[in-house]
């Protein structure tokens, strides 16, 4: 009889066990998001001791009436995780901001110009998760009262859920970053920095596949081959943005558009950003959607 009464009770231990790891994975979910920071950078036609920074800045919001924490898992491009778990633990009905580009020991040194890694997250459920990119402009050694100093935001940066998986394709629409000025609404498009990122969270390099295409007739403006490290995320640039060679109002999508595609073999995810080039980022505006 004793030796019965030990397993049962080594049974219950055991499905109690079980049935709190089941309980943790029900409610929590994996989340990726992509992290960046710059040191100051000066653009052409602004004030000698003026410059901007970019940094990410995550949102969590805890719609749970209890504690709870959003873990780090991990970070990409062989970022070193602290000796301390960089986890965030939020109150009830609560939300929280953060950058994650100060994870990176190289850039809050001083020694990188800049840096840019996905950290992978473990989201506990009722947590609402948002991204963006902010600039910081500086005086720095301007004359009194010439520059403030102020944070501008508005570009918004991915938050995945899910991996996506190989050889399945990735649409980028809308990545043209307006038109050019001229005294007609179906000008080409600007002349823009298209940045393409791509994650590799596979255990193998992965190659990619990058296509940038003109909305107006679906041409194809440049095609690149690209091979992206196992858990490395990488920025891909110099695309062409000119679509002057459009055609005039009978074109299915303003002159200007542009979109691109994107596959790999291996499970990641990608992302497009677009920078006009004629002037400095003042991003001046943001938007919001919640399912």
């Known amino acids: 009889m004793e030796k019965r009464a030990v397993r049962d009770v080594l049974r219950f231990a055991m ?17 990726w998001v992509v992290s960046l920071g710059t040191g100051p950078i000066h653009y052409a036609g602004q004030p000698d001791c003026f410059s ?3 940094h990410d800045m995550q949102h969590f919001f805890n719609s749970n009436a209890t504690l709870e924490t959003v873990r ?4 990409s491009n062989n970022v070193p995780l602290a000796p301390s778990p960089q986890n965030i633990t939020l109150f009830g009905n609560s939300l929280y901001a953060s950058s994650f580009s100060s994870l990176d020991k190289c850039l809050t040194d001083g020694v990188c110009a800049s840096t840019v ?9 009722g947590m609402f998760v948002s991204s963006r990119a ?10 009194s009262g010439e520059l403030k100093t102020r944070t501008l935001a508005g570009l918004p ?41 791509i994650y590799n969270g596979g255990v193998a390099d992965a190659t990619a596949i990058i296509e940038t295409r003109r909305g107006c007739d679906d041409k194809i403006m440049e095609r690149r081959v690209v091979t992206v490290p196992a858990n490395t995320v990488l920025q891909f640039g110099g695309f062409p943005s000119d679509t002057s060679g459009c055609g005039g109002v009978d074109a299915k999508t303003p002159k200007s558009s542009i ?14 950003i677009s920078l006009r080039n004629d002037m400095p980022p003042y991003l001046s505006g943001g938007a919001s959607a919640s399912p």
């Open 259 to 272: 979109y691109a595609v994107v596959t790999m073999d291996q499970p990641g995810f990608s992302y497009a």
């Open 72 to 75: 780090v898992l991990g970070l």
């Open 134 to 143: 902010e600039v910081d402009d500086s005086p720095g050694a301007c004359p």
């Open 15 to 31: 499905s109690v066990c079980f049935c709190g790891i089941l309980a943790s994975s029900a409610y929590a979910s994996d989340a």
């Open 157 to 197: 940066l991915p938050v995945v859920r899910a991996l996506t998986p190989p050889r399945v394709l990735q649409y980028h629409l809308g990545i043209d970053a307006g038109t050019v000025d001229c005294p007609s609404p179906s000008c080409g498009s600007a002349s823009a920095r298209i940045t393409i990122g």
């Open 52 to 54: 901007i920074r970019w």
């Open 117 to 125: 890694f996905v950290a992978h997250l473990d989201v506990p459920h």
